[in-house]
């Protein structure tokens, strides 16, 4: 029987007038006591509270906004077909996540791997069930967060990629050393079940509705198949749990390393000796000697083992960063995360110097892979031809995402050092002037249509006009490894040091610069609703005074949003979201 319009009417504006703040804070100070809880070892206070979380209804609507609202997964279905939730049902979703120890299949998809022939198979469960994941995140999250080893980095709030890679450049600055650059085989499709759940050992309750998630089965092409192992990738907890998985790794190598004789090294100093970076199913290991991490290798297999995985034969390499001879393969350095990494030989003038200013006689960099160069200038070009018989604004208007995020993403690296975006700008304008000369049939015709002076710049890839739309250049992103700052191995975004943790998400090098100046004269808050930006909430440039109405894109008239509320400002000044405000999830 179907409702009265009216009470659909009143759902509908009961989620508009859901108090956002209130919930946030309230979630987000039973995160904190967790967090406290699981660091002082209190297992009893530990799940008190988080049976407490889950039950509440904050975290409830939060679970439901992040995947119906925030998640850019929203507009895409499980095996029960629903997706793009109006008000009313997010309402009435709120109220059906209970932990039931049930859970309907995931619907398979298969994605390309990028660089590759080969798919990844995705599995996407129902928006109910990724709802009520994303409650259980939320509590299990900060008990894991007090527990995670410094070395690991994938997947965790408020760490990335250049955080593992400056962690490895920190543990060789001042000394060439073997690394053990490794690849565990199938990772989230191989994970033992059994040795999940014990390694997790949280309440039956909970314990009953992670074991159903994991043996839901799959849907593929309308045929179930069991999942007796792995966990499904496109969950909303299967990241965590991969992280709970294999934690432990750092700790069994350092453990094993303590028990060795190394002279003059005390077991404390043995334990540093050792470097280990992880993240996800990627990991390395450092030390100066070959034997050290040629004993590592079987202690990790026999660990991984363990939990049915085992290393990637294929992507598994032993290595020196500094001497070629060293290396199995005749090549210095390694890949690591789509960074290369190695250490040149210097003479005296451009060497590094150690802590107490002697010359190494070598300089560590960190520059983009060759696959990774390789796949950017393929896309590049694919936008290019994409854009034949487009305008020049359209062209532009694709292109910069592409150049921003790559330059970004190498922000932390020695990039502008060796000159590769330098490199990259000149091939780039190589491709831009083949495109213009296609359209036009003659070079300087092409040039004087097509580029033009700006500021102090007289070659720009830009449109007509008083306000032209112009190519940025990856030259813009220059910098250097040592300007970046590695996050402290025991610090959380749970820990509630939330200057700390904006201050950071200020200084991301993927977040753009109009980003991270808005986001610094608000001091790391939303102009709207008032609380920090966390990492992992979406964040929106929006205008004061909405171009609709006569506003101006200047910066007196910018403020940064979380995209909820951003939504709901929108909602209240009357206008539409402008086509330049973009949303950037961290």
Not at 508 to 519: D, S, T
Not at 552 to 557: A, G, L, P, T
């Amino acid at each position: 029987m179907n409702k009265p319009k009216s009470d659909s009417i009143s759902k509908t504006e009961g989620w508009k007038t859901i108090n956002w703040r209130k919930a946030e804070r309230y979630v987000f100070k039973l995160q904190k006591r967790i967090y406290a809880a699981s660091r002082c070892g209190d297992v009893k206070r530990l799940r008190q509270l988080q049976k407490t979380l889950m039950r509440s209804w904050s975290n409830r609507v939060l679970a439901v906004r992040r995947v119906t609202v925030e998640n850019q997964g929203k507009k895409t279905a499980g095996v029960d077909g629903v997706k793009s939730l109006s008000p009313a049902a997010r309402l009435k979703l709120v109220g059906q996540l209970k932990l039931t120890g049930k859970s309907k299949p995931t619907r398979r998809v298969w994605i390309p791997k990028p660089g590759s022939q080969e798919k990844r198979p995705l599995s996407i469960p129902t928006m109910e069930s990724r709802a009520l994941q994303a409650v259980v995140k939320a509590a299990l999250e900060p008990e894991w967060e007090a527990r995670f080893e410094a070395g690991s980095y994938g997947f965790r709030p408020g760490r990335s990629c250049q955080d593992a890679i400056k962690h490895i450049k920190n543990c060789i600055q001042t000394k060439a050393k073997y690394v053990f650059d490794a690849d565990i085989s199938q990772c989230f499709d191989c994970i033992n079940h059994k040795e999940l759940l014990r390694k997790l050992n949280t309440f039956p309750g909970l314990r009953r509705q992670i074991k159903a998630w994991l043996k839901s089965g799959v849907i593929d092409k309308g045929v179930w198949n069991a999942t007796s192992s792995g966990t499904p990738q496109g969950g909303i907890i299967s990241p965590l749990l991969a992280n709970i998985a294999l934690h432990g790794l750092e700790t069994v190598v350092k453990d094993y390393v303590e028990t060795l004789t190394i002279p003059k090294l005390s077991k404390k100093e043995k334990r540093r000796s050792i470097g280990v970076i992880r993240y996800a199913d990627d990991f390395v290991l450092l030390h100066e000697s070959k034997s050290v991490i040629s004993g590592c290798i079987p202690v990790i297999s026999e660990w991984l083992a363990g939990i049915g995985l085992q290393l990637k034969p294929s992507k598994t390499r032993l290595a020196h960063t500094l001497e070629p001879n060293l290396s199995e393969d005749g090549s210095a350095g390694f890949d690591f995360l789509g960074h290369h990494i190695q250490q040149l030989p210097r003479g005296k003038y451009r060497s590094d110097e150690d802590n107490h200013g002697r010359k190494l006689g070598f300089d560590t960099l960190i520059t983009p892979s060759k696959k990774a160069i390789l796949t950017h200038q393929r896309e590049i070009s694919r936008t290019i031809k994409m854009h034949r018989l487009s305008p020049q604004e359209a062209l532009i208007k694709d292109l910069n995402p592409v150049i921003r995020g790559w330059s970004s993403y190498y922000k932390a690296s020695d990039i502008g050092t060796v000159g590769e975006l330098s490199r990259q700008d000149n091939l780039t304008y190589l491709k831009l002037r083949i495109w213009a000369k296609r359209r036009t049939l003659n070079v300087k015709k092409a040039q004087r249509l097509y580029w033009r002076p700006i500021g102090n710049r007289n070659w720009v890839f830009a449109t007509k006009g008083d306000e032209p739309n112009k190519l940025i250049l990856h030259t813009e992103f220059a910098t250097s490894s040592n300007n970046y700052l590695l996050v402290k191995g025991d610090r959380s975004p749970y820990d509630g040091d939330l200057v700390y943790w904006s201050t950071r998400l200020g200084r991301h090098p993927e977040l753009p610069n109009r980003q991270a100046i808005v986001l610094k004269q608000q001091q790391g808050k939303c102009a709207w609703c008032g609380l920090h930006f966390l990492s992992g909430n979406v964040m929106e440039v929006d205008h004061k005074i909405p171009l609709s109405q006569g506003g101006k894109d200047e910066w007196v008239n910018l403020q940064l949003l979380h995209r909820h509320c951003h939504d709901e400002k929108t909602a209240a000044d009357g206008s539409q979201k402008s086509v330049n405000d973009k949303g950037i999830a961290h």
